[in-house]
């Protein structure tokens, strides 16, 4: 699905397609719904994960693997025997250079800590997906918004998902007129595209859709206009799986009124599960 042919349909057209292709993607073998663990090295001093083949040590320059015959792990294809140095892998999962059998094996950083995820198309969280609850396009939600970057970005320590505080790199705000009244959103800046993400919250959060979400609008034209679109609110990757640690909405960023549009569940979540 190419943006040029998303761009082609009409607005509630092209959601549908945003949506489809949204379940594909996180149902997909490696999608969010085949991680079945995020192992933090400093956990493990000894280096055996369990349920991990391989002896896993952090070093200063990235993550060293050791491994043998019997573990089963491939390095770029290439069946590991002896040591490997590893950097974090910034490749989607299906593309991790680390595999045993099916499985995928992607080192993570965050913060100076080191991580092994692993992804396993066989998870019982993917065999048991049915879906992505989600309302459908209502032209109301689409509204005209203006960036304005920082001087300098900024950094918030926000609580993530597993309990754990850290840093959220901020880059502007976002600004938009809804239900009669401006609101105003504290958004990252992707590095390579300029694209701006936010992590809100409303008053919909852990009752009819889940506690937070993420808010994808795009790229601001150079005078930082676009179109703040929130029907393509969507799930964080740890609505799908607990093993993911995204961070909570920063102040500021809990919107005050019912957000109803977008990704809201996943279908058949209980009310105390979202």
């Known amino acids: 699905m190419s943006a040029d042919a998303v761009l082609a349909d009409d607005p ?63 390095l770029d294809g290439e069946p590991l025997t002896g040591d490997a140095v590893l950097a974090a892998d910034d490749a989607p999962p299906s593309h991790s250079r680390l595999a045993a ?30 879906g992505i609850e989600a309302t459908a396009y209502d032209p109301a939600y689409a509204v005209p918004g203006r960036f304005r970057p920082y001087g300098e970005s900024r950094t918030v320590q926000v609580e993530n998902a597993d309990g754990r505080s850290r840093g959220l790199g901020l880059g502007g705000e976002l600004s938009f007129d809804f239900d009669g009244a401006r609101h105003t959103l504290q958004v990252a800046v992707d590095e390579g595209d300029g694209s701006l993400w936010a992590v809100i919250g409303d008053a919909t959060g852990g009752r009819s859709s889940y506690r937070f979400r993420f808010l ?16 393509r609110v969507q799930l964080p990757p740890c ?36």
């Not at 490696?30 to 991680?35: A, F, H, I, K, V």
């Not at 607990?242 to 109803?260: K, M, R, S, V």
């Open 12 to 74: 509630a057209t092209a959601w549908k397609r945003w949506h489809e292709h949204r379940v594909a993607t996180v149902s997909a073998p490696y999608g969010p719904l085949s991680l079945t663990g995020t192992h933090w090295l400093a956990d493990y001093p000894e280096g055996r994960i369990p349920a991990v083949p391989g002896l896993w040590r952090a070093t200063g320059g990235g993550v060293t693997l050791t491994a043998v015959a019997g573990d089963g792990i491939s």
């Open 101 to 130: 059998g099916d499985v995928r094996l992607v080192v993570l950083r965050r913060e100076g800590d080191w991580a092994v995820r692993v992804f396993d198309p066989g998870a019982p969280g993917r065999a048991a997906f049915e």
């Open 239 to 274: 609505a799908f799986a607990d093993h993911f640690i995204c961070p909570f909405p920063p102040p500021g960023n809990t919107l005050p009124f019912e957000l109803a549009a977008g990704e809201r569940r996943l279908k058949g979540a209980l009310a105390g599960a979202i």
């Open 216 to 231: 994808k609008p795009g790229t601001p034209a150079a005078d930082g206009s676009l179109t703040v679109d929130l029907n």
